[in-house]
Protein backbone atom coordinates (compact mmCIF):
# COMPACT_ATOMS: atom_id res chain seq x y z
CA UNK A 1 0.00 0.00 0.00
CA UNK A 2 1.34 3.43 -0.97
CA UNK A 3 1.33 6.07 1.43
CA UNK A 4 -1.22 8.82 0.01
CA UNK A 5 -3.58 6.93 2.34
CA UNK A 6 -2.38 8.99 5.73
CA UNK A 7 -2.98 11.80 3.83
CA UNK A 8 -6.98 10.67 2.88
CA UNK A 9 -10.42 12.70 4.33
CA UNK A 10 -12.80 10.39 2.44
CA UNK A 11 -16.32 11.39 1.69
CA UNK A 12 -18.57 8.65 1.69
CA UNK A 13 -22.06 8.41 -0.89
CA UNK A 14 -24.17 5.96 -0.97
CA UNK A 15 -24.66 6.67 -4.95
CA UNK A 16 -28.20 4.50 -5.63
CA UNK A 17 -29.85 7.51 -2.97
CA UNK A 18 -27.70 10.14 -4.02
CA UNK A 19 -29.14 10.07 -7.50
CA UNK A 20 -32.34 9.58 -6.40
CA UNK A 21 -32.36 6.27 -8.21
CA UNK A 22 -35.65 4.08 -8.63
CA UNK A 23 -35.64 1.61 -4.94
CA UNK A 24 -36.09 -1.42 -7.15
CA UNK A 25 -33.79 -2.27 -10.68
CA UNK A 26 -37.05 -3.39 -12.23
CA UNK A 27 -38.52 -0.41 -12.31
CA UNK A 28 -35.84 0.81 -14.86
CA UNK A 29 -36.23 0.41 -17.99
CA UNK A 30 -32.78 1.17 -19.52
CA UNK A 31 -29.91 2.84 -18.92
CA UNK A 32 -29.80 6.19 -16.94
CA UNK A 33 -27.01 8.45 -17.05
CA UNK A 34 -26.74 9.51 -13.55
CA UNK A 35 -23.45 9.69 -11.92
CA UNK A 36 -22.91 13.14 -13.35
CA UNK A 37 -25.03 14.10 -10.51
CA UNK A 38 -22.31 12.92 -8.24
CA UNK A 39 -19.71 14.46 -10.54
CA UNK A 40 -21.00 18.10 -10.12
CA UNK A 41 -20.94 17.63 -6.40
CA UNK A 42 -16.82 16.97 -6.42
CA UNK A 43 -16.04 20.65 -6.04
CA UNK A 44 -17.98 20.68 -3.06
CA UNK A 45 -16.10 18.01 -1.13
CA UNK A 46 -13.05 19.71 -2.34
CA UNK A 47 -14.03 22.77 -0.74
CA UNK A 48 -14.71 20.96 2.46
CA UNK A 49 -11.68 19.09 2.68
CA UNK A 50 -12.28 15.52 1.33
CA UNK A 51 -9.66 14.13 -0.81
CA UNK A 52 -11.37 10.91 -1.82
CA UNK A 53 -14.62 9.63 -2.48
CA UNK A 54 -15.41 6.13 -0.56
CA UNK A 55 -18.43 4.89 -2.94
CA UNK A 56 -21.19 2.64 -1.97
CA UNK A 57 -22.61 -0.07 -4.29
CA UNK A 58 -22.36 0.64 -8.30
CA UNK A 59 -22.60 -2.63 -9.73
CA UNK A 60 -25.93 -4.09 -11.25
CA UNK A 61 -28.27 -4.90 -8.68
CA UNK A 62 -31.70 -6.02 -7.90
CA UNK A 63 -32.22 -3.53 -5.06
CA UNK A 64 -30.22 -1.91 -2.48
CA UNK A 65 -26.70 -2.46 -4.19
CA UNK A 66 -25.89 -5.05 -1.62
CA UNK A 67 -27.86 -7.54 -3.53
CA UNK A 68 -25.54 -7.54 -6.59
CA UNK A 69 -26.34 -9.81 -9.79
CA UNK A 70 -23.43 -8.94 -12.07
CA UNK A 71 -20.20 -6.92 -10.73
CA UNK A 72 -18.80 -6.70 -14.25
CA UNK A 73 -22.07 -4.14 -15.08
CA UNK A 74 -22.59 -0.75 -13.63
CA UNK A 75 -25.99 -0.66 -12.02
CA UNK A 76 -28.41 0.65 -15.21
CA UNK A 77 -30.09 3.14 -12.51
CA UNK A 78 -26.37 5.00 -12.16
CA UNK A 79 -25.30 4.52 -15.81
CA UNK A 80 -22.92 2.73 -17.72
CA UNK A 81 -19.11 1.74 -18.24
CA UNK A 82 -18.65 5.87 -19.91
CA UNK A 83 -20.09 7.06 -16.61
CA UNK A 84 -18.02 5.12 -14.34
CA UNK A 85 -15.06 6.45 -16.68
CA UNK A 86 -16.14 10.05 -16.85
CA UNK A 87 -16.78 10.17 -12.82
CA UNK A 88 -12.74 8.72 -12.09
CA UNK A 89 -11.73 11.43 -14.77
CA UNK A 90 -13.32 14.24 -13.08
CA UNK A 91 -11.95 12.86 -9.92
CA UNK A 92 -8.84 12.54 -10.94
CA UNK A 93 -8.99 16.36 -11.82
CA UNK A 94 -9.72 17.31 -8.60
CA UNK A 95 -6.85 15.16 -6.97
CA UNK A 96 -9.96 12.56 -5.66
CA UNK A 97 -8.92 8.76 -4.88
CA UNK A 98 -12.03 6.75 -5.07
CA UNK A 99 -12.97 3.32 -3.16
CA UNK A 100 -15.47 0.91 -4.48
CA UNK A 101 -17.42 -0.88 -2.52
CA UNK A 102 -17.04 -4.52 -3.02
CA UNK A 103 -20.44 -7.52 -1.92
CA UNK A 104 -18.07 -10.91 -2.21
CA UNK A 105 -19.74 -12.51 0.25
CA UNK A 106 -22.80 -12.81 -1.30
CA UNK A 107 -25.03 -12.51 -4.74
CA UNK A 108 -28.34 -11.52 -5.03
CA UNK A 109 -31.09 -14.07 -5.78
CA UNK A 110 -31.82 -12.90 -9.35
CA UNK A 111 -28.09 -12.98 -10.40
CA UNK A 112 -27.90 -15.13 -13.59
CA UNK A 113 -25.39 -16.97 -12.46
CA UNK A 114 -27.42 -17.85 -9.33
CA UNK A 115 -30.46 -18.69 -11.92
CA UNK A 116 -28.17 -20.77 -13.87
CA UNK A 117 -26.82 -22.41 -11.02
CA UNK A 118 -30.24 -23.78 -9.43
CA UNK A 119 -31.79 -24.19 -13.25
CA UNK A 120 -28.65 -26.13 -13.82
CA UNK A 121 -28.88 -29.09 -11.09
CA UNK A 122 -26.32 -30.02 -8.52
CA UNK A 123 -24.10 -31.58 -11.11
CA UNK A 124 -23.70 -27.93 -12.86
CA UNK A 125 -20.14 -25.94 -12.64
CA UNK A 126 -22.16 -22.92 -11.55
CA UNK A 127 -23.90 -24.69 -8.58
CA UNK A 128 -20.41 -25.10 -6.90
CA UNK A 129 -20.21 -21.28 -6.50
CA UNK A 130 -22.75 -21.47 -3.78
CA UNK A 131 -23.97 -23.14 -0.72
CA UNK A 132 -26.73 -25.54 -1.85
CA UNK A 133 -28.54 -28.52 -0.58
CA UNK A 134 -30.92 -29.88 -2.79
CA UNK A 135 -33.89 -31.76 -2.29
CA UNK A 136 -34.88 -35.67 -3.47
CA UNK A 137 -37.86 -33.99 -5.39
CA UNK A 138 -35.60 -32.10 -7.95
CA UNK A 139 -37.80 -28.82 -6.53
CA UNK A 140 -35.50 -25.19 -6.07
CA UNK A 141 -32.53 -26.19 -3.52
CA UNK A 142 -32.28 -24.56 -0.30
CA UNK A 143 -29.44 -21.78 -0.01
CA UNK A 144 -27.08 -20.56 2.74
CA UNK A 145 -28.06 -17.21 2.77
CA UNK A 146 -26.48 -13.73 4.37
CA UNK A 147 -27.59 -13.20 7.94
CA UNK A 148 -30.82 -14.83 7.36
CA UNK A 149 -31.86 -12.27 3.94
CA UNK A 150 -33.66 -14.32 1.29
CA UNK A 151 -32.44 -12.45 -1.30
CA UNK A 152 -28.90 -12.80 -0.32
CA UNK A 153 -27.20 -16.13 -1.28
CA UNK A 154 -24.36 -17.17 -0.33
CA UNK A 155 -21.00 -17.81 -2.42
CA UNK A 156 -19.03 -20.86 -1.46
CA UNK A 157 -15.61 -19.33 -0.42
CA UNK A 158 -13.71 -22.66 -1.00
CA UNK A 159 -14.65 -22.87 -4.58
CA UNK A 160 -11.68 -21.85 -6.87
CA UNK A 161 -13.59 -20.13 -9.42
CA UNK A 162 -15.38 -17.93 -7.13
CA UNK A 163 -11.38 -16.96 -5.74
CA UNK A 164 -10.82 -16.51 -9.56
CA UNK A 165 -13.64 -14.39 -9.88
CA UNK A 166 -13.11 -11.87 -6.96
CA UNK A 167 -9.70 -11.24 -8.45
CA UNK A 168 -10.43 -10.43 -11.72
CA UNK A 169 -13.37 -8.44 -10.60
CA UNK A 170 -11.23 -6.50 -7.89
CA UNK A 171 -8.24 -6.27 -10.59
CA UNK A 172 -11.35 -5.14 -13.39
CA UNK A 173 -12.43 -1.90 -11.36
CA UNK A 174 -8.66 -0.94 -10.60
CA UNK A 175 -7.34 -1.11 -13.54
CA UNK A 176 -10.26 1.19 -14.86
CA UNK A 177 -8.71 3.48 -12.59
CA UNK A 178 -10.60 2.86 -8.74
CA UNK A 179 -8.20 3.60 -6.34
CA UNK A 180 -9.11 0.67 -3.52
CA UNK A 181 -11.92 -1.67 -2.50
CA UNK A 182 -13.95 -1.33 0.69
CA UNK A 183 -15.21 -5.17 1.82
CA UNK A 184 -18.84 -5.46 2.27
CA UNK A 185 -19.47 -8.33 5.34
CA UNK A 186 -15.99 -8.68 5.02
CA UNK A 187 -16.41 -10.32 8.85
CA UNK A 188 -18.64 -13.33 6.92
CA UNK A 189 -16.26 -14.76 4.51
CA UNK A 190 -14.20 -16.93 5.68
CA UNK A 191 -10.48 -15.35 6.23
CA UNK A 192 -8.81 -17.84 4.12
CA UNK A 193 -10.63 -16.92 0.76
CA UNK A 194 -9.13 -13.22 1.68
CA UNK A 195 -5.74 -14.66 1.84
CA UNK A 196 -5.92 -16.43 -1.61
CA UNK A 197 -7.62 -13.78 -3.38
CA UNK A 198 -5.72 -10.04 -1.59
CA UNK A 199 -1.94 -11.19 -2.82
CA UNK A 200 -3.40 -11.76 -6.54
CA UNK A 201 -4.62 -8.38 -6.07
CA UNK A 202 -1.86 -6.66 -4.57
CA UNK A 203 0.55 -8.46 -6.84
CA UNK A 204 -1.02 -5.77 -10.00
CA UNK A 205 -2.34 -3.19 -7.75
CA UNK A 206 0.64 -2.58 -5.25
CA UNK A 207 -0.93 0.85 -3.81
CA UNK A 208 -4.50 -0.12 -3.88
CA UNK A 209 -6.20 0.37 -0.04
CA UNK A 210 -7.58 -2.02 0.40
CA UNK A 211 -9.92 -2.80 4.26
CA UNK A 212 -12.76 -4.89 5.46
CA UNK A 213 -16.17 -3.79 7.12
CA UNK A 214 -15.76 -6.01 10.45
CA UNK A 215 -18.18 -4.72 13.55
CA UNK A 216 -17.43 -6.42 16.12
CA UNK A 217 -14.13 -8.84 17.38
CA UNK A 218 -10.63 -8.70 17.16
CA UNK A 219 -9.81 -6.24 14.62
CA UNK A 220 -6.25 -6.95 14.68
CA UNK A 221 -6.30 -10.64 14.38
CA UNK A 222 -8.50 -9.98 11.11
CA UNK A 223 -6.41 -7.68 9.72
CA UNK A 224 -3.34 -10.04 10.31
CA UNK A 225 -4.59 -13.21 9.13
CA UNK A 226 -6.48 -11.49 6.31
CA UNK A 227 -4.28 -9.03 4.40
CA UNK A 228 -6.16 -6.18 4.76
CA UNK A 229 -4.85 -2.88 4.97
CA UNK A 230 -7.70 -2.04 8.02
CA UNK A 231 -11.09 -2.49 9.25
CA UNK A 232 -14.38 -0.06 10.35
CA UNK A 233 -14.01 1.12 13.56
CA UNK A 234 -17.27 0.22 14.89
CA UNK A 235 -16.06 0.44 18.57
CA UNK A 236 -15.06 4.12 18.56
CA UNK A 237 -17.96 5.08 16.71
CA UNK A 238 -19.92 3.44 19.57
CA UNK A 239 -18.36 5.06 22.29
CA UNK A 240 -18.05 8.50 20.70
CA UNK A 241 -21.63 9.14 20.75
CA UNK A 242 -22.68 7.26 23.42
CA UNK A 243 -20.05 8.83 25.71
CA UNK A 244 -21.63 11.98 24.72
CA UNK A 245 -25.37 10.92 25.45
CA UNK A 246 -24.50 9.20 28.56
CA UNK A 247 -22.20 12.33 29.67
CA UNK A 248 -19.31 9.58 30.59
CA UNK A 249 -16.62 10.19 28.96
CA UNK A 250 -15.16 6.79 30.87
CA UNK A 251 -16.32 4.82 28.07
CA UNK A 252 -15.02 7.40 25.72
CA UNK A 253 -11.46 6.94 27.39
CA UNK A 254 -11.57 3.13 27.72
CA UNK A 255 -12.29 2.60 23.69
CA UNK A 256 -9.04 5.18 22.92
CA UNK A 257 -6.95 2.52 25.36
CA UNK A 258 -8.63 0.07 22.83
CA UNK A 259 -8.25 1.97 19.42
CA UNK A 260 -3.82 3.05 21.30
CA UNK A 261 -3.41 -0.76 21.21
CA UNK A 262 -4.70 -1.20 17.48
CA UNK A 263 -2.26 1.93 16.35
CA UNK A 264 0.53 -0.01 16.98
CA UNK A 265 -0.78 -3.27 14.34
CA UNK A 266 -2.38 -1.05 11.95
CA UNK A 267 -4.63 2.35 11.33
CA UNK A 268 -8.50 2.01 10.88
CA UNK A 269 -10.61 3.32 9.32
CA UNK A 270 -12.71 5.70 11.50
CA UNK A 271 -16.27 7.57 11.14
CA UNK A 272 -19.05 8.89 13.44
CA UNK A 273 -21.26 8.12 10.51
CA UNK A 274 -21.98 5.84 7.57
CA UNK A 275 -24.77 4.12 5.26
CA UNK A 276 -25.87 2.09 7.79
CA UNK A 277 -26.13 4.25 11.24
CA UNK A 278 -28.47 6.78 12.43
CA UNK A 279 -26.88 10.01 11.32
CA UNK A 280 -24.50 11.33 14.44
CA UNK A 281 -27.11 14.41 14.41
CA UNK A 282 -30.29 12.21 15.06
CA UNK A 283 -27.95 9.86 17.29
CA UNK A 284 -26.73 12.79 19.82
CA UNK A 285 -29.16 13.93 22.40
CA UNK A 286 -27.75 17.10 22.85
CA UNK A 287 -27.23 18.77 19.12
CA UNK A 288 -24.59 20.88 20.40
CA UNK A 289 -22.03 18.09 21.08
CA UNK A 290 -21.94 17.15 17.28
CA UNK A 291 -18.56 19.21 17.64
CA UNK A 292 -17.68 17.05 20.01
CA UNK A 293 -17.59 14.25 18.12
CA UNK A 294 -16.40 15.56 14.90
CA UNK A 295 -13.14 17.21 16.96
CA UNK A 296 -12.55 13.31 18.57
CA UNK A 297 -13.00 11.95 15.06
CA UNK A 298 -10.21 14.23 13.62
CA UNK A 299 -8.01 14.30 16.39
CA UNK A 300 -7.59 10.33 16.62
CA UNK A 301 -5.24 8.08 14.45
CA UNK A 302 -7.21 6.52 11.59
CA UNK A 303 -8.28 7.23 8.13
CA UNK A 304 -11.62 9.36 8.70
CA UNK A 305 -14.62 9.21 6.44
CA UNK A 306 -17.98 11.52 6.22
CA UNK A 307 -20.95 9.97 5.50
CA UNK A 308 -22.22 12.57 2.64
CA UNK A 309 -24.77 14.80 4.63
CA UNK A 310 -23.39 14.76 7.64
CA UNK A 311 -20.97 17.83 7.00
CA UNK A 312 -24.64 19.60 6.80
CA UNK A 313 -25.78 17.88 9.80
CA UNK A 314 -28.83 15.99 7.77
CA UNK A 315 -30.80 13.71 10.31
CA UNK A 316 -31.76 10.45 9.62
CA UNK A 317 -32.59 7.39 11.75
CA UNK A 318 -32.30 3.50 10.94
CA UNK A 319 -35.03 1.67 11.68
CA UNK A 320 -35.42 -2.24 11.88
CA UNK A 321 -37.86 -2.83 8.82
CA UNK A 322 -38.81 -2.60 5.15
CA UNK A 323 -37.25 0.53 4.00
CA UNK A 324 -35.70 1.12 7.35
CA UNK A 325 -32.29 2.79 5.40
CA UNK A 326 -34.37 5.07 3.04
CA UNK A 327 -33.96 8.21 6.22
CA UNK A 328 -30.08 7.65 6.62
CA UNK A 329 -29.57 7.60 2.17
CA UNK A 330 -32.05 10.69 0.86
CA UNK A 331 -31.48 12.07 -2.73
CA UNK A 332 -29.37 14.94 -3.06
CA UNK A 333 -30.13 17.87 -4.57
CA UNK A 334 -29.10 19.17 -7.71
CA UNK A 335 -26.32 21.68 -6.72
CA UNK A 336 -25.13 22.75 -3.06
CA UNK A 337 -26.56 25.69 -3.59
CA UNK A 338 -30.15 24.22 -2.84
CA UNK A 339 -28.86 22.80 0.44
CA UNK A 340 -30.85 24.31 3.48
CA UNK A 341 -29.08 26.67 4.90
CA UNK A 342 -28.59 25.78 8.59
CA UNK A 343 -26.38 23.21 7.48
CA UNK A 344 -23.22 25.55 6.35
CA UNK A 345 -22.33 26.43 10.25
CA UNK A 346 -21.80 22.69 10.53
CA UNK A 347 -19.97 22.16 7.11
CA UNK A 348 -17.93 25.21 8.13
CA UNK A 349 -16.64 23.57 11.00
CA UNK A 350 -15.84 20.48 8.97
CA UNK A 351 -13.80 22.67 6.85
CA UNK A 352 -11.55 24.08 10.07
CA UNK A 353 -10.80 20.42 11.02
CA UNK A 354 -9.98 19.29 8.41
CA UNK A 355 -7.96 21.76 7.60
CA UNK A 356 -6.20 21.52 10.87
CA UNK A 357 -5.46 17.72 10.40
CA UNK A 358 -3.77 18.64 7.46
CA UNK A 359 -1.17 20.69 8.94
CA UNK A 360 -0.93 17.74 11.29
CA UNK A 361 -0.65 15.11 9.00
CA UNK A 362 0.77 13.20 11.71
CA UNK A 363 -2.14 12.33 13.47
CA UNK A 364 -3.27 9.37 11.42
CA UNK A 365 -0.78 7.33 13.49
CA UNK A 366 -2.03 9.76 16.50
CA UNK A 367 -2.38 7.67 19.77
CA UNK A 368 -4.08 9.19 22.75
CA UNK A 369 -3.26 9.65 26.37
CA UNK A 370 -5.71 11.01 28.67
CA UNK A 371 -4.56 14.25 31.17
CA UNK A 372 -8.03 14.67 32.91
CA UNK A 373 -10.68 12.76 33.20
CA UNK A 374 -14.23 13.37 34.67
CA UNK A 375 -17.83 11.81 33.98
CA UNK A 376 -18.91 15.31 31.73
CA UNK A 377 -15.21 16.57 30.86
CA UNK A 378 -12.21 15.13 29.49
CA UNK A 379 -8.43 16.84 28.48
CA UNK A 380 -6.30 14.17 26.45
CA UNK A 381 -3.30 14.38 24.56
CA UNK A 382 -3.24 13.04 21.08
CA UNK A 383 0.65 12.15 19.98
CA UNK A 384 3.28 10.17 17.75
CA UNK A 385 6.89 10.68 18.32
CA UNK A 386 7.55 14.06 19.01
CA UNK A 387 4.59 15.39 17.38
CA UNK A 388 1.45 16.62 20.01
CA UNK A 389 -1.83 18.24 20.37
CA UNK A 390 -4.00 18.63 23.50
CA UNK A 391 -7.73 18.13 23.04
CA UNK A 392 -10.41 19.86 26.06
CA UNK A 393 -14.39 18.54 25.75
CA UNK A 394 -16.67 19.95 28.15
CA UNK A 395 -20.46 18.18 27.96
CA UNK A 396 -21.39 19.98 31.59
CA UNK A 397 -23.71 22.86 31.45
CA UNK A 398 -21.38 24.73 33.59
CA UNK A 399 -17.54 25.92 32.65
CA UNK A 400 -14.64 24.29 33.66
CA UNK A 401 -10.82 24.98 34.05
CA UNK A 402 -8.32 22.74 33.41
CA UNK A 403 -4.51 22.59 33.36
CA UNK A 404 -2.23 21.78 30.93
CA UNK A 405 1.37 21.06 31.85
CA UNK A 406 3.02 22.73 28.69
CA UNK A 407 2.90 26.42 27.10
CA UNK A 408 0.16 26.06 24.17
CA UNK A 409 -1.88 28.00 22.40
CA UNK A 410 -5.62 27.41 21.58
CA UNK A 411 -6.17 26.27 17.79
CA UNK A 412 -9.62 25.81 17.20
CA UNK A 413 -12.52 26.17 19.89
CA UNK A 414 -14.02 28.34 22.48
CA UNK A 415 -11.89 27.98 25.28
CA UNK A 416 -9.97 31.29 27.38
CA UNK A 417 -6.17 30.09 27.20
CA UNK A 418 -3.85 32.10 30.15
CA UNK A 419 -0.34 30.83 30.10
CA UNK A 420 2.10 31.42 33.39
CA UNK A 421 5.55 29.10 33.71
CA UNK A 422 5.35 27.02 30.99
CA UNK A 423 2.34 25.97 32.46
CA UNK A 424 -1.43 26.88 30.56
CA UNK A 425 -4.77 27.28 32.02
CA UNK A 426 -7.89 26.75 29.88
CA UNK A 427 -11.41 27.85 30.62
CA UNK A 428 -13.86 25.88 28.36
CA UNK A 429 -17.52 27.19 28.50
CA UNK A 430 -20.13 24.97 28.73
CA UNK A 431 -20.99 22.37 26.41
CA UNK A 432 -17.49 23.76 24.74
CA UNK A 433 -14.04 21.94 22.81
CA UNK A 434 -10.97 23.23 22.10
CA UNK A 435 -7.75 21.57 20.64
CA UNK A 436 -4.70 23.43 21.41
CA UNK A 437 -0.56 22.72 20.21
Given at each position: ??N ?42 V ?23 D ?8 G ?7 L ?18 H ?9 R???A ?23 A ?23 R ?25 W ?31 T ?15 S ?18 A ?115 D ?11 L ?30 A ?10 H ?6
Amino acid sequence: MSNWIEHVIWWHVYPLGFVGAEREAGACAGIVHRLDHLVRWLDYAVEFGASGILLGPIFASSSHGYDTTDHLLIDRRLGDNADFDALVAAARCRGLRIILDGVFNHFGRESPRFQRAVAAGPQSPEAAWFRLTWPPDGKEPDCATFEGHHQLVTLNHDEPAVVDYVIRVMNHWLDRGADGWRLDAAYAVPRQFWQRVLPAVRARHTDAFIFGEVIHGDYAGFVDETGVDAVTQYELWKAIWSALNDRNFHELAWALGRHNAMIDRFVPQTFIGNHDVTRIASQLLDERHVSHALVILMTCGGTPSIYAGDEQAFRGIKERCAGGDDAIRPAFPVTPAELAPFGWPIYRLHQELIGLRRKHPWLYRAKSRVIELRNTDLVFEAFDEGNRLWVALNLADAAVVRTIESGVDRLAGAATVHRAGGRTELTLPPHGWAILG
